[in-house]
């Protein structure tokens, strides 16, 4: 089976330009690909995990990756996917994100021997002529064609800046920009941007009459369409200091039994052979054994396998009762805060991040969902006293941590 056999039968490949010639390279480790990030945080997350995972799968294939951090283009920001323009960052914030991400991404990139190389699209775009991007690039570009895109089409009854409008411009000269440069000969990003991506092929073939290709990889969604990485407390970190290995390990060990199979397929180096036969024997006993295969297999990409195997105790312990609560996610309440050495318990799923809201916690609480210290609460009214340490249970695998200060 080949590498390009291998990631559409793990079902990655979206769309592409030119299925061929694709093929062809990536197979013959020929690739010299790019995909680029945005540093709009300080930590990369899992909305990134399948760049990241496709982006290491092509490396041993031999293919040169190309990572493109955004520090430019972050300065106006993408409307792909978008209904509200984005936050504007300063020079010295997007910087210290750059740093950030470098670090990160070596867990999945090898960068000796000029394996793959790291650039940021600040050290050409901040330096454009206005002038000179209007008539060599600009005018290779159709506005009536640039409207019919569905990234500009979201944005168009709330309002899209003249700056966000760029951004396909922006990013089209980075493709070409790159493929004078480094030889990058493709582009891989997610779904949403393939009318940016398209946008530098044309480029490339308009100024240069040479063929550059485009593929984007499929968007991790749930089986309800949504995209995946979200809890109640925000994104799912790679950053171990924003999601400890252990909450990384129990959002994936939680995710649907419709979406397990999809996950290892999509994201683990799992063989897909290994998959398959799972996919065909899935139920009872052996849905759990996924489901810790595919939380046990993405942990220790991120945080290594000491940090992978005591997720995985301490998951395991939690959830049969045996009382381990050293790595369980844990939030800190100043006793000034309690009311005669209590808090209500809608207040405290909410400082919990169990919760998004009083009324979620209310709902959650009268459908019996809800537990502390393995005691159900289902009286929205009812005061917990908190002393020492208290452990709230949500559902049926969900633990947290109360420490008073």
Known sequence: MTVFEELKRRGLIAQMTDETEIAELIDAGKATFYIGFDPTADSLHVGHFMALCLMKRLQMAGNKPIILIGGGTAMIGDPSGKTDMRKMMTKETIQHNVDCFKKQMSRFIDFSEDKAIIVNNADWLLNLNYIDVLREVGAHFSVNRMLTHECYKQRMERGLTFLEFNYMIMQSYDFYKLFQDYGCNMQFGGDDQWANMLGGTELIRRKLGKDAYAMTITLLLNSEGKKMGKTEKGAVWLDAEKTTPYEFYQ???????????????????????????????????????????????????????????????????????????????????????LQDGCMGILTLMVRAGLSASNGEARRLVQQGGVSVNNEKVTDPKTMIPLQGETILKKGKKVFHKIVVE
């Open 251 to 337: 959002y994936w060990r939680n995710v649907s039994d419709q979406d397990v199979i999809k996950c290892l397929k999509l994201l683990t180096f799992v063989p897909i052979e290994q998959i398959e036969e799972m996919e065909r024997t899935l139920e009872g006993q052996q849905l759990n054994q996924a489901k810790e295969l595919l939380a046990y297999s993405l942990t220790e990409l991120v945080h290594g396998k000491d940090a992978a195997e005591q997720a995985q105790i301490s998951a395991k312990d939690v959830f049969s009762g045996g009382g381990s609560s050293e790595n369980m996610p844990t939030t800190v309440i100043p006793v000034t805060d």
